[in-house]
């Protein structure tokens, strides 16, 4: 098993909007909290794996938002381990600022590995009901490098729902990464729905996690859907994601609790 493994995992959020609330604007009416996540992965024609995490999520009075957890990750031969911190805040009434940063190592057959993922993003309001968000995210991950740049519009036809198209895009290092996504999310008291998908492509490199050969340009598939359900003062978050392409794919069912600190 290639290092390609590894990287199809680095490489989720280039093609993904992650199974979270939707992410225009740190919560108002946030508390510290805990985040515990756990995730279960099968691939085709490979062994499977899960990984674990957990994470603080601290509010200040001025409405900003810091994060700070640990994860630990392993499909087949390969386990890695990352810490990770993050901040959102809001600088005017209609601009959110983010930023988020993980690093660690892990081991595969070849040998050790480092991990180091980056992210900063700005979202704004031009117009009532419409945001536009701006993306940078940084990847060093074993053998793969590069930046992945991404441009969404967020369109909020009624005050529940939220739908979202972004292009992503990469520039430097082997990524090759480029593709189209669509999000929707239904936002109610106590509750919300999401579901989304993404076309994209990417190099042999990187999607290649069985073989590793040297295969042509390839397409890539997406689809996700999961929900929010208040559980008491806290949330649970369940979702399930599937990508494939030509000879391959992986499944990921993650559930999360997130509850309030006393």
Known sequence: MKRSLISIFALLACFRAAAQAPHIAPDAGCRDALLVAAERYELRGARGGHGESLDWIGCSRR?????????????????????????????????????????????????????????????????????????????????????????????????????????????????????????????????????????GRTTPQVVDIVSGGALDDARSRQGFVGAAIAIGVGEAVVAYDEIRKEGSSRRTVSLSVRWPLP
Do not use: C, M
């Open 63 to 199: 409405g900003t938002v810091f994060t700070a957890g640990v994860g630990d990750y392993s499909i087949a031969d390969n386990r890695w381990w990352i810490a990770r911190g993050g901040l959102s805040a809001r600088p005017r009434d209609d601009v959110w600022f983010s930023a988020s940063a993980a690093a660690g190592a892990g081991r595969d057959p070849s040998g050790s590995f480092d991990y180091l993922s980056t992210r900063e993003g700005v979202t704004a309001r031009p117009v009532e009901r419409l945001f536009v968000r701006f993306e940078h995210q940084l990847i060093r991950i074993a053998q793969e490098r590069g930046s992945v740049f991404t441009v969404a519009a967020i369109v909020q036809p009624v005050r529940a729902l939220l739908i979202e198209l972004g292009v992503s895009r990469s520039a430097g290092g082997n990524l090759g990464t480029r593709s189209q996504s669509v999000r929707v999310d239904w936002v109610r008291d106590g509750a919300r729905l999401f579901a989304g998908a993404a076309l």
